[in-house]
């Protein structure tokens, strides 16, 4: 089952706001947003998670609809380093299993010089 | 801080082969991830360790996988006897607690190449 529908690429001017947006539609009530991104040949690297709130830290700010279904990555400032792939992913509660994410096909954001 | 440490990097092998790949996770995680990442497929996971037991191995593919994780500083996903179709990166991840929201942190995985 799709979890998380993303747009496969975006581009982005050096210096302006990259927003990656992701729909959740069938998330649940208990279930976080987890956005990741993935340099070529590197491991996923974690950016940022929320739940209901929206959420700031060093790297991006995360802003969560009020009813849930959708997300949206911001960094404030895109940089080159900031080419990636980018994935939104719904962290889905097994009450025996723990948590599981389950990885889309993510975003390719390419920032232009 | 370390991060998750896997080896090899990179493993070039001939079908047929026993392939053991390595993972060490961050220090005081008590769960560990073994996913695999193809084009066609994208990251899937194989298996979940918390508290070094198994708890999920239904993404394992097949009976030639096996992965252990003897402590809780190591885990080994192997493979035998492999095949070109195995071919893939395989990342292993780490969190502090595999039943809370905490993010998983990972490595940056093993690129196999089957022959």
């Known amino acids: 089952d799709a979890k998380t529908t993303q747009p496969p690429s975006m581009d982005c001017a050096e210096g302006r706001a990259a927003n990656l947006p992701c729909n959740h539609s069938?998330?649940?009530?208990?279930?976080?947003v987890y956005w990741y991104r993935q340099i070529h040949s590197q491991g996923p690297q974690y950016i940022i998670h929320?739940?209901?709130n929206n959420e700031t830290n060093e790297m991006a700010s995360l802003i969560i609809t009020e009813d849930r279904k959708s997300s949206t990555l911001i960094l404030p400032h895109a940089t080159l380093r900031d080419t990636a792939v980018y994935y939104c992913?719904?962290?889905?509660?097994?009450?025996?299993?723990?948590?599981?994410?389950?990885f889309g096909t993510g975003t390719s954001l390419t920032v232009i010089p | 801080d370390a991060g998750v440490i896997q080896s090899p990097r990179h493993e070039v092998t001939e079908m047929g082969q026993e392939v053991t790949l390595r993972c060490k996770p961050i220090s005081g995680h008590n769960s560990l991830f073994w996913y695999r990442q193809t084009m066609m497929r994208g990251l899937e996971l194989l298996i979940y360790f918390n508290n070094n037991v198994p708890i999920d191995d239904s993404g394992m593919p097949e009976d030639r996988f096996s992965a252990k994780m003897p402590n809780a500083s190591f885990s080994t996903l192997k493979i035998q006897p492999s095949e070109p179709r195995d071919s893939a990166v395989y990342f292993c991840?780490?969190?502090?607690?595999?039943?809370?929201?905490?993010?998983?942190?990972f490595g940056d995985g093993t690129r196999l190449s089957i022959l």
């Open positions: 991840a780490s969190s502090p607690d595999g039943l809370s929201n905490q993010p998983q942190h």
């Open positions: 992913i719904v962290r889905v509660e097994e009450p025996d299993t723990g948590n599981q994410f389950y």
């Open positions: 929320g739940l209901k």
């Open positions: 069938t998330i649940s009530g208990n279930e976080y």
